[in-house]
């Protein structure tokens, strides 16, 4: 019987390993050399695992709403709002294009076998079943929860949530930074991009390499969990990078209930019915399983957040049921000029995000990329709701993609944006408010915007690969140029004698946060002081739209900033036990195994090699976001890249991609990218079929 089984096993239909192969080069960059999109889709999905574990595969429980099934009840909440949104997109899997279905497919497969061969990392009961319908889901657009849990606070008359969602205060750390550099301005005469988002160092950006004979061969970043999971890279014929923007993409309106009637809403002249909808959801209880449901309801023009006071409260988002994402991506990633790579921009299937682009033939662009409603009425932001009556109230069509910023080979040969709005993504071409769509943000430039700017254009020389990585390691912090002066004229006018050593320290300072400078510590400590009072005016001239990269400048409250910095002295020497300790003896980047001085700071201090840390037990400050995965590309007739991801291939500890490239960061340098054939066979250093039995 035994011989018999064997002879006559099934195949397992998620063994695609024969179908695609896998070469890590240094440091363990996977390229992943598949016959077809479906293996391609596999292998992608076998090495994130390899890589990251079950966080993968728990991802997709999580999108298809069977958490709690694995978990228990305490993971129940996410798996009702993933089950509502699986309905609404049910039996429109077929209306994606053949080729992102094979890698939706592929990426379920890949995830299934992984979970058979391995179900020692996963917890028991955990499925092998995944679908590429439920993969499709990470990719599916929702309502932003975040705007009805402010709006609702601010109705009931609670405290407001923190602003998570766009048009509202970011933290300055977050976000990215992307550089486009025309043949004009180049060594080479080819194009050049810079890619380098700014994320915590858990956020998953994954190197790799992903290439199907005659229909793919894209470098890039693809986030864990997913195949299409906001994505940057290049391939032959052009590249693009992403940095965040802030764009209205929702309204939260209010209707009034049909009078007598139940669960009805006075729209048009007439009373329609909302939809209801109960999903249930069943959750580990012990060795079997309960149950518990909710009830969700929505309106012809989008969920019901609230009913109260007669009225029924309703959030029309933008990204409601898209379900294209992953396509326009893949169309993205086959690209081979410029022309079409912008048909696949113009699906608007994904809802943000500036795209700064390069290529081969020698163009860059920039476009601020939005869904972007055409409002009938003012912005109210998501603080108030607007009172309709009927559908012509309601925003019912986007800004065309056409319509959106946008700047073609810029004169000055640059472009560049690190999340500010467009309006200056070009000095010599800035854009005029009058002339873009009504709800694009006001002109705004941060300080880490004004220091790319001064480092792009303060020089006339002509920039190499090298170069443009150079200036991006750059660790010049501007608001030190922009207020140290008042503050140590402040220090002279106080007579504060105790202050001696700090005000002699400050001016001997660099005003960078290089590892070996000696001030940079004391000077932040002074800004946090300096700046901890809400409200308060910190400079002497506020940022002006009139002067974009001279303000702001000086300081608003010299008495404030004598008395702030008085208290950072002696802090800095009770932490650190003198008041001229290095930027990189405190500020570290540390792995198990590791611990190197690093360099960078905050994007509020004017740094563009923006970091983030965390307090270790030991006092010291170890790099837990901010600069992580960088990616400079020229795009000749092969392109040339070199690259570093800070943290490494690998989450896991104990894998030999942990943290391995964090000296290479911390030293500020990049290793060479291999992409032709003859490069990844030259680094290779492991080769195998994903999921093949020995």
């Known amino acids: 019987m035994l011989l018999f089984a064997l002879l006559f096993q099934l195949p397992d239909p998620n063994d695609l390993s024969s179908r695609v192969e896998i070469i890590r080069t240094a440091y363990g960059v996977p390229h992943i050399r598949a016959q077809d999109l479906k293996a391609y889709g596999y292998g992608l999905a076998w090495i994130q695992l390899e890589d990251y574990g079950a966080t993968v595969a728990q991802g997709l429980l999580r999108e298809r709403g069977t958490l709690a099934r694995v978990f228990g009840h305490d993971s129940i909440e996410s798996d009702f709002l993933a089950r509502h949104l699986a309905t609404q997109v049910r039996g429109r899997y077929a209306e994606l294009d053949q080729p992102t279905r094979e890698v939706y497919e592929g990426f379920a497969a890949g995830v299934n076998r992984y979970v058979r061969l391995h179900p020692g990392e996963f917890a028991p009961g955990f499925p092998a079943d995944f679908s590429g319908y439920d993969v499709l889901l990470r990719d599916v657009g929702g309502p932003d929860p975040a705007a009805a849990r402010r709006f609702l606070a601010r109705l009931q008359g609670g405290p407001r949530p923190a602003a998570t969602s766009p048009g509202e205060a970011a933290d300055p750390n977050e976000g990215s930074n992307a550089w486009a ?239 500010d709005p467009p309006h200056f993504t070009n000095l010599q071409q800035p854009l005029d408010p009058a002339k873009l769509p009504v709800n694009v943000p006001p002109p705004a430039l941060s300080l880490r915007s004004q220091l790319a700017l001064s480092l792009l254009t303060g020089t006339r020389k002509k920039l190499k690969l090298e170069d443009v990585v150079r200036l991006k390691h750059s660790y010049r912090m501007l608001l030190a140029e922009r207020v140290k002066p008042d503050l140590i004229a402040a220090l002279d006018s106080s007579g504060a004698a105790e202050l001696r050593e700090a005000r002699e320290l400050l001016t001997r300072w660099d005003n960078t946060a290089a590892p070996d400078s000696r001030g940079a510590v004391l000077f932040e400590a002074w800004w946090r002081r300096y700046t901890a009072a809400p409200g308060a005016p910190r400079y002497a001239l506020p940022w002006s739209a009139d002067d974009p990269v001279g303000t702001p400048r000086g300081l608003a409250d010299k008495t404030r900033a004598v008395a702030a910095l008085r208290e950072a002295a002696a802090e800095v020497t009770r932490r650190y036990g003198r008041l001229d300790v290095a930027w990189g003896e405190v500020h570290r980047v540390r792995f198990p195994g590791k611990d190197y001085p690093v360099g960078g700071c905050g994007g509020d201090l004017g740094c563009f090699r923006v970091l983030q840390f965390r307090q270790d037990q030991d006092g010291k400050l170890a790099a837990s976001g901010g600069d992580g995965w960088i990616l400079a590309v020229e795009f000749g007739k092969v392109p040339r890249a070199l690259s570093v991801l800070a943290y490494g291939e690998s989450a896991r500890s104990d894998s030999p991609y942990h943290g391995d490239q964090a000296e290479l960061f911390a030293k500020g340098e990049l290793k060479p990218v291999a992409f032709t054939q003859a490069d990844v066979e030259a680094q290779a250093v492991k080769r195998y079929r994903p999921g093949q039995q020995p």
């Open 181 to 419: 550099l025309a043949p004009s301005r180049t060594a080479s005469g080819h194009a050049i991009l810079l890619r380098n988002p700014h994320l915590a160092w858990d956020a998953g950006y994954y190197e790799a390499h992903a290439t199907v004979p005659g229909v793919l061969d894209f470098y890039g970043d693809f986030r864990i969990g997913g195949p299409f999971t906001v994505i940057g890279g290049f391939n032959r014929a052009l590249g693009w990078a992403t940095t965040n923007n802030s764009s209205p993409q929702d309204a939260i309106y209010a209707l009034d209930v049909a009078p007598g009637l139940v669960d009805q809403v006075l729209l048009d002249g007439t009373s329609v019915p909302l939809q209801h909808e109960t999903v249930t959801v069943d959750y580990k209880n012990g060795p079997g399983f309960s149950t518990e449901s909710r009830e969700i309801w929505r309106s012809p023009i989008g969920p019901v957040i609230y009913r109260g006071n007669g009225m029924v409260y309703v959030l029309r988002a933008t990204g409601d049921g898209e379900i294209r994402g992953g396509e326009q991506f893949l169309r993205m990633m086959r690209a081979g000029s410029l022309a079409e790579w912008k048909d696949a921009m113009r699906m608007l299937a994904r809802a943000t995000s500036n795209f700064t682009y390069a290529d081969a033939a020698g163009n860059i662009f920039y476009v601020w990329n939005a869904t972007l409603p055409d409002f009938p009425h003012p912005l109210n932001g998501d603080s108030a709701a607007i009172k309709v009556t009927s559908t012509s109230q309601v925003w019912t069509r986007l800004v065309p993609w056409d319509s959106l910023p946008q700047l073609l080979n810029p004169k000055g040969g640059y472009l560049h944006n690190e999340n």
